[in-house]
């Protein structure tokens, strides 16, 4: 059984910053890519930031230059480093990682954290 488990959000002001950890437990063989989503209030969930086992990312316009992504494959945990929080970044922020567990044919399965809400107001 592989699980995703997030940690990290809470209340910021804005301007603040937060940091946001997926752990990844479980069977696990070898994890691919990892990243963040997030679903506002009233809208679709979207992509963040994304980063390959390699390590490289790909962040999403709206939070370049404040956001950073980075994983440590020997804890099999991402982290998602928000900065400048703005109010426009209130969500439910959730872990995604492609894993290919054991036991299961050495195919990749695409897993999703319980999600975490980051509020940021003043």
């Known amino acids: 059984q592989v699980q995703l488990v997030e940690s990290g959000g809470g209340l910021v002001q804005p301007g603040g910053s937060l940091r946001l950890s997926c752990a990844a437990s479980?069977?696990?063989?070898?994890?691919?890519?990892m990243g963040w989503y997030r679903q506002a209030p009233g809208k679709e969930r979207e992509l963040v930031a994304r980063?390959?086992?390699?390590?490289?990312?790909n962040v999403t316009d709206s939070v370049k230059g404040r956001f950073v992504i980075s994983r440590d494959n020997a804890k099999n945990t991402v982290y998602l480093q928000m900065n400048s929080l703005e109010p426009e970044d209130t969500a439910v922020y959730y872990c995604?990682?492609?894993?290919?567990?054991?036991?299961?044919?050495?195919?990749?399965?695409?897993?999703w954290g319980q999600g975490t809400l980051v509020t940021v107001s003043s």
């Open positions: 980063i390959t086992s390699g390590g490289t990312t």
């Open positions: 479980g069977t696990i063989f070898r994890i691919n890519g």
């Open positions: 995604n990682a492609n894993i290919i567990p054991k036991y299961f044919g050495l195919r990749e399965f695409e897993y």
